[in-house]
């Protein structure tokens, strides 16, 4: 199933455009877009591998889920993420708004499962937040900074759209759970 969000990205980026940024009608919140995926989990990026597909470079890593909020992957689970973009054999392609993920590093993912079996991001680094430690020394999730490549393009319904922000890691993923099980809003 493929979202109208997901469709606007795809066809910006099948244009060809000279865009600096993807465009995406954003969800209304973190939890709308977390509804709209397959699945939903914190996971440990392992090694990133560059790749030719038919008529690009996209990058797949590889992650272990370290606790699931939705969808069927378990944690200790391996899987495959596809991003646009990479650099094969001196040849570079930059997609604004395709994640980037650093090995060792701990990710909130919202997915969407690709018919031959990898994930991917269901709508770029748009959503994504990536676990760092406070000043307090406490985890938080915040955005990758590779959202910064998404232009949001108003709402068809004229709804406002809740940022994504920085948050506490335990109290967001405890909250989000509850949501994705229809026990809180």
């Known amino acids: 199933m493929v979202s109208l969000r997901g ?7 099948a244009a060809g455009l000279a865009v600096r940024a993807a465009t995406i009608i954003p969800p209304r919140s973190l939890a709308e877009l977390a509804k709209e995926s397959h699945a939903v989990v914190l996971a440990r990026a392992g090694v990133s ?16 889920v370290e606790r699931t909020l939705a969808g069927g992957l378990a944690p200790g689970e ?3 993420v596809e991003a646009l973009g990479g650099e094969v054999e001196g040849e570079m392609w930059v997609v ?13 993912l919202c ?11 269901l709508m770029m680094a748009y959503g994504l937040l990536h676990e760092t430690g406070g000043r307090d020394g406490s985890r938080l999730l915040v955005p990758l900074e ?11 319904d004229g709804e406002a759209v809740e940022p994504v922000l920085a948050c506490r890691k ?4 405890d909250h989000l759970a509850l949501v994705l099980a229809g026990e809180a809003e």
């Open 96 to 108: 604004p708004g395709s994640p980037r993920f650093a090995e060792g590093e701990s990710y909130l």
């Open 146 to 156: 590779e959202a910064a490549g998404t232009e949001a393009m108003p709402r068809l």
């Open 7 to 13: 469709f606007a990205v795809a066809a910006i980026l």
């Open 170 to 173: 335990d109290e967001l993923l």
């Open 49 to 64: 591998t560059p790749a030719r597909s038919s008529i690009s470079i996209i990058t797949r890593t590889d992650f272990t």
């Open 78 to 80: 391996s899987f495959s």
């Open 111 to 121: 997915l969407q499962r690709k018919p031959h079996g990898d994930w991917r991001p």
